[in-house]
């Protein structure tokens, strides 16, 4: 497999990459749109920052494209909507940046009040200038802060240590978490009245972007100054410049621009605007941390393990990770088992969950089953992401259900296929935290490691069935590992599965589906 890695991600974070034998890592020049379409096509991987932009047209060429990686926070660059739909799981490393970018947003406060950049400046053209840069404490000043997730709570948590009153707006925390900080939510509104410095740290979306606009600033208190390292465009450029000019603002930092890189903006004529050019996350440690996070979320992306930091499915936290991560790979196996085992057009796939199961998050497990079953049938590519879209496609109808009627085991997945022909079900468990087992098919108790070649025959319980099988399949030089037989009542119909070194060929299954007894017979292979 390949992984092409642009925009600079540092190399010493990529050690995981490296170390898998089967993944080759290209690291090539800046490429202009036009190469990245004309390569792409060749990986299974790639990471980017912020400035590859991995577009509708460069995921159409990307034919073998499984992930694409982002190190850092924001993917904003990244055409989610044209990802899920080809089913390219997006990924990202939220956290590795989170102090780097608290920093930036401190320190361009401080430069904010107490002119460090323009002072700087004017002292190196050659001018002791002390009265021009009288400054302002922060210590008592009030700081609203928008968003508070991970880089809004650390910048809360520096500002308290400088002194300064905390409030801020974030509709998705709970106050309780922002009591923990020692903060106070309040409406926007407020946060405008009240704020002697306001900085934002929420992502641009459709319900963010401008939303420091002509009117947010009219309501704000003279004298406000403003500081954006999240994301271009959440301040409406063209209003901080109009309030700047009025003097509503005293001063404006920004890290990141509506249009990016950006070396002429109008802001550039006020001496107390500010600006960096999107270095928020630009320290040695955080890019060594985000390269690091990444690069172990494309090898387990690229292995087909669970990923924990997914940006087009729903992430999912250590603790449902904990809890799911364990059944992931049986519940993939026992989707494929039912699609091999079923006849006819597929028209509903139910997964009930029974014990442990019954009380958890277990999303991920359903999309597991409805990846393997779509995996057998369709010729294109199925993953987490868009196997829930292609059944939908398909009008196969998915249904979830917990505590069914509870079982006598510890945790128990059954999964029911209804088609146009007939309806199947297969049930399987975990032992332990690890051992999976195919503990029944369609009622009848079987006892099977869920992996490798199989064979089904549903069959009469009666004698001279078990032998002439076993001798077919020996004359054919098949090595039989183990065998299950399940009945409900003697004389009844029984189920037989053979767990066979090779799949067995046609013109055996023929033989074989002509003895007496014998239902009919098929090959599974997970
Ligand atoms: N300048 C730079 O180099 C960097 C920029 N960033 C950017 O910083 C921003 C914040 O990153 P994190 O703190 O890691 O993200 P996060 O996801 O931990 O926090 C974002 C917070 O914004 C809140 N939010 C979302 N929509 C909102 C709205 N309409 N109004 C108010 N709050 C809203 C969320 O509830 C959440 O608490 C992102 O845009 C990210 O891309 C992150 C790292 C570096
Ligand atoms: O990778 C970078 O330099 C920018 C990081 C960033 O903006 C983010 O993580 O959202």
């Known amino acids: ?31 202009t749109e036009d190469q990245l379409v004309g390569i792409i096509g060749e990986y299974d991987g790639m990471i980017v920052r912020s400035a590859t932009k991995v577009n509708a047209r460069v995921l159409e060429h990307a034919t073998k494209l499984k992930v694409v990686g982002r190190a850092g926070v924001g993917v904003d660059n990244i055409d989610l909507a044209a990802a ?6 997006v990924v990202n490393a939220p956290g590795g940046n989170t102090i780097a970018a608290a920093e930036l947003t401190m320190a361009m406060m401080q430069s904010l009040a107490r002119n460090i950049p ?8 050659g001018k002791w200038d002390k009265k021009s840069f009288m400054g302002v404490e922060l210590r008592g000043k009030v700081l609203g802060v928008i968003g508070l997730g991970r880089i809004g709570s650390a910048v809360a948590k520096r500002a308290q240590g400088m002194e300064m009153r905390v409030v801020a707006y974030d509709p998705y925390i709970t106050e309780e978490n922002a009591a923990i900080l020692g903060v106070k939510l309040l409406s926007l509104e407020e946060i405008f009245k009240q704020s002697d410095f306001i900085t934002v740290h929420l992502p ?53 621009f509506e249009k990016e890189p950006n070396t002429d903006s109008p802001l550039f004529e006020f001496n107390n605007f500010i600006a960096t050019p999107h270095l928020g996350a630009s320290t040695q ?7 690091v996070d990444v690069a172990e979320e494309i090898v387990a992306a690229l292995k087909g393990e669970p990923v924990k930091n997914t940006v087009n499915i729903p992430s999912l936290s250590p603790k449902t990770m904990a809890v799911v991560s364990p059944y992931l790979s049986l519940a993939e196996k026992m989707g494929k088992f039912v699609a091999q085992l079923v006849a006819g057009r597929i028209k509903k796939i ?15 497990i359903t999309t597991a089953v409805i990846k393997g079953f779509l995996d057998t049938i369709l010729q294109e590519m199925v993953n987490y992401v868009n196997a829930p879209l292609l059944a939908r496609d398909r009008g196969i109808s998915v249904v979830q259900k917990q505590a069914g009627e509870g079982s006598d085991y510890a945790n128990l997945i059954t999964v029911k296929a209804a088609s146009d022909k007939e309806e199947l079900s297969v049930s399987g468990t975990i032992f332990g935290r690890t051992d999976p087992r195919i503990v029944s098919i369609d009622g009848y108790h079987v006892d099977a490691f869920p992996e490798g070649h199989m064979l089904y025959i549903p069959h009469i319980d009666k004698p001279r069935i078990i032998g002439p099988v076993g001798n077919l399949i020996g004359a054919h030089n098949i090595n039989i590992s183990a065998m299950q037989v399940g009945r409900l009542k003697i004389g009844g119909k029984a189920v037989m599965l053979l767990s066979v070194d090779a799949p067995v060929p046609a013109e055996t299954l023929a033989e074989i589906a002509k003895i007496d007894g014998v239902l009919g017979v098929k090959n599974v292979s997970l």
């Open 1 to 31: 497999m390949k992984v092409l890695v642009l925009d600079g991600v540092e190399e010493e974070g990529l050690q995981a990459l490296r170390r898998e034998p089967d993944i080759e890592v290209d690291i090539p020049n800046k490429l």
């Open 84 to 89: 899920t739909a080809k089913g390219v799981l």
């Open 118 to 125: 323009q002072a700087n400046a004017t002292l190196r053209s």
């Open 204 to 256: 641009l979306t459709r319900e963010s972007k401008y939303l420091l606009d002509e009117k947010a600033f009219e309501t704000m208190k003279q004298g406000v100054r403003i500081i954006n390292c999240a994301r271009g465009g959440i301040i409406k450029e063209s209003a901080l410049y109009e309030a700047m000019k009025s003097g509503k603002v005293a001063g404006a930092a920004l890290d990141v």
């Open 285 to 291: 440690e955080a890019q060594l941390l985000v390269a």
């Open 350 to 364: 139910e997964i009930t969950y029974d014990g442990d199961l019954a009380n958890q998050e277990v999303s991920p």
